[in-house]
């Protein structure tokens, strides 16, 4: 992505800020992000060929060897850079990126949910310690509850990993042959 003096903001290539961008997050994580400063359009900058068109993208996606390339102006919609995201992400992965990220949408909301209970246990956990005479009733089962909670928390974490590994697909590229080597008798 190539930062821009012009545009409204340094990410608005990527992101709408009018819509709820949580999909194109996600799929950003099948992608090495790389942000480059609006100075790379400097006749000395070594990144320069690769916006040495008239009309230089903001934007471009690749595969991980720099074949499949698609670039963006920075005016696409979202559905646009979601879906060559997609279909780029198909042709390096074994798995389709969509059902991965329908999942990790709601693990997101379930991320959200135990972030909300260990927040509520704690703060009725630190209101009890701060009690002239905590009840010890009270600390042992609130703990036990944000115990509870950490696990719930750290499974789902485990799952939502899984979910997201694709399988990168390994393009095995045949090694140049070498000359046959002169043996001396």
């Known amino acids: ?100 990220v329908r999942s990790m949408l709601r693990f997101l909301s379930e991320f959200d949910n135990h972030d909300s209970m260990l927040q509520q246990y704690e703060t009725q956990l630190q209101n009890e310690m701060l009690r002239a005479k905590p009840r010890k009733a009270n600390l042992k089962k609130l703990k036990k509850r944000i115990e509870l909670v950490k696990q719930k928390k750290a499974k789902a974490m485990k799952s939502a990993k899984a979910v997201c590994d694709l399988k990168l697909k390994v393009v095995k590229t045949p090694l140049p042959k070498q000359p046959a080597k002169a043996v001396d008798k």
């Open 1 to 100: 992505m190539r930062e821009c003096t012009l545009c409204k903001g340094t990410e608005h290539a990527l992101f709408d800020r009018r819509l709820n961008n949580e999909k194109t997050k996600l799929l950003c994580e099948w992608f090495y992000c790389v942000k480059l400063p609006p100075k790379v359009m400097d006749a000395k900058h070594p990144f320069r060929n690769v916006f040495k068109k008239e009309k230089p993208p903001h934007l471009f996606i690749s595969s991980p060897d720099g074949s499949n390339l698609t670039e963006f102006t920075g005016m696409q919609s979202q559905a646009e850079l979601q879906k060559a995201m997609v279909d780029l992400i198909q042709q390096s992965y074994q798995k389709k990126p969509l059902p991965a």
